[in-house]
């Protein structure tokens, strides 16, 4: 709604109110006596002006300012539906489990390492048994190179329609001789403003006066990709499943 759309609702309640102040007026005219008409009319007709005229003034005061107001401070609409968020998915799991990474949007890489390795085995485990661990799938090369690289994989969150994936976190790498520790990210706090029109205008549009949805979420997908050597031997800890492509086991 523009500056003139907002104006046109308070011109209107500016009739209203006048339309019910001068029948008021004219019901009393013929009732009240001179003396108790001039008083009747001090009071309606000076302070009652001022107050309606001081309110208009709020409400057009209030529209100039509403027109300044940025329209879209986030995006909206961006949310995916449970159909695609599980066709990206499938997507994902199809082309990891396969080993054709490259067929991978290059957005859901959220980072990429080497590490030179010269040990006959590697534990990965997790710090705590109920922290929450990516998805680990691990593909054995063809040959013995003596180097380990990773892949982070991580799709997008939302936060009622707001892409808020950059804001999150991925788990922690510690290396520590022949052990990789996966160390659950710190909880992040997001804090929202939510900007809507004022009850007076939206009385005259089709939109909600009150929010009637709650703030919903989706978290990404989190995979982490290792290429191994190919006799590097894997021990996993209890809370850790580990995933192989093709018969890498």
Request: hydrophobic content about 40%.
């Amino acid at each position: 709604m523009n500056a003139v759309g907002a104006i046109i609702p308070i011109l209107f309640i500016f009739l209203i109110i006048w339309g019910i102040f001068y029948i008021i007026q004219s019901k009393n005219k013929n009732q009240l006596t001179q003396k108790h008409k001039k008083q009747r009319l001090y009071l309606s007709n000076k302070r009652i002006f001022w107050i309606v005229t001081g309110y208009i003034l709020i409400l057009i005061l209030a529209a100039g300012f509403y027109a300044f107001i940025p329209q879209k401070l986030t995006p909206v609409n961006v949310y995916i539906d449970d159909e695609e968020y599980d066709k990206i998915s499938n997507h994902l799991y199809d082309a990891i489990n396969t080993g054709n990474i490259e067929q991978i949007d290059p957005s859901f890489i959220s980072s990429k390492w080497e590490k030179e390795y010269s040990g006959k085995q590697l534990k990965i485990v997790a710090p705590e048994p109920n922290d929450i661990t990516p998805t680990i799938v691990v593909e054995r090369k063809a040959t013995d190179d003596k180097l380990i690289e990773g892949i982070y994989y991580k799709t997008k969150s939302y936060v009622d329609g707001i892409d808020v994936t950059k804001k999150i976190s991925s788990d922690q790498l510690k290396w520590s001789n022949d052990t990789l520790t996966l160390i659950e990210p710190r909880p992040v706090k997001l804090n929202f403003a939510l900007f809507h029109k004022d009850i007076t205008l939206k009385q005259f549009t089709e939109e909600p006066s009150v929010r009637e949805d709650d703030f919903s979420s989706s978290f990404g997908i989190n995979i982490l990709y290792l290429r191994v050597p190919k006799d590097l031997k894997i021990i996993e800890s209890e809370e850790i499943g580990i995933q192989y492509v093709g018969d890498s086991n």
